[in-house]
T-cell receptor, first 114, second 112 residues
Framework: DVKVTQSSRYLVKRTGEKVFLECVQD?????MFWYRQDPGLGLRLIYF???????EKGDIPEGYSVSREKKERFSLILESASTNQTSMYLC?????????????FGSGTQLSVL | EDKVVQSPLSLVVHEGDTVTLNCSYE??????LLWYKQEKKAPTFLFMLTSSGIEKKSGRLSSILDKKELFSILNITATQTGDSAVYLC????????????FGAGTTVTVRA
């Protein structure tokens, strides 16, 4: 079974803390994505990566950075967490070429910033 | 930014009812429209539609795309409590960058 694993289901952090969200996929996919999901707004793309050490900004990159040192791992970093970053964060991966539209999602991390 | 609008935002039905979900979009040049189901946390893929007028079917679920009127519908017949979920619609953008634009989703609650 294909798998995208996010390291934490729930996280509570304080304003100003540096936060790392980790995502690992076991499907050898080239492309990986970070979305955030808020009620009434749907999924919004934060960053994506189409190769190791490559990254592209999505629609809402402000306040976030990413790291992809290995193909299977894509990390989202909140340099200084703020309350408006309280959200559900979803990681996804997809192959290049045929079937690339079919995103495989992780189970999400519900982040609360107090 | 591409706009994908889903309606209704939520609905409650009883088991056995038929549900029709709508997805309209403002992108005229795109590769495909996709439907996902989100039960707990992780959305799972349902359908990919690329051609207008051709119905895709999977069990009690079916979907169709109208490229002229810029919308898609997702139908669920003989609903069951296991169909309770958020249904997400997404557009595959024209640029070759693998990004999807999602709608806000429709929350379906099926009561026994």
């Amino acid at each position: 079974d294909v798998k995208v694993t996010q390291s934490s289901r729930y996280l509570v952090k304080r304003t100003g803390e540096k936060v790392f969200l980790e995502c690992v996929q076991d499907m050898d996919h080239e492309n990986m994505f970070w979305y955030r999901q808020d009620p009434g707004l749907g999924l919004r793309l934060i960053y994506f990566s189409y190769d190791v050490k490559m990254k592209e900004k999505g629609d809402i990159p402000e306040g976030y950075s990413v790291s992809r040192e290995k193909k299977e791992r894509f990390s989202l970093i909140l340099e200084s967490a703020s309350t408006n970053q309280t959200s559900m964060y979803l990681c996804a991966s997809t192959p290049t070429g045929f079937g690339r539209e079919k995103l495989f999602f992780g189970s999400g991390t519900q982040l609360s910033v107090l | 930014e591409d706009k994908v609008v889903q309606s209704p935002l939520s609905l409650v039905v009883h088991e056995g009812d038929t549900v029709t979900l709508n997805c309209s979009y403002e992108v005229t040049n795109f590769r495909s429209l996709l439907w996902y189901k989100q039960e707990k946390k992780a959305p799972t893929f349902l359908f990919m539609l690329t051609s207008s007028g051709i119905e895709k079917k999977s069990g009690r679920l079916s979907s169709i795309l109208d490229k002229k009127e810029l919308f898609s519908i997702l139908n669920i017949t003989a609903t069951q409590t296991g169909d309770s979920a958020v249904y997400l619609c997404a557009i595959d953008r024209p640029s070759n960058d693998y990004k999807l634009s999602f709608g806000a989703g429709t929350t379906v609650t099926v009561r026994a």
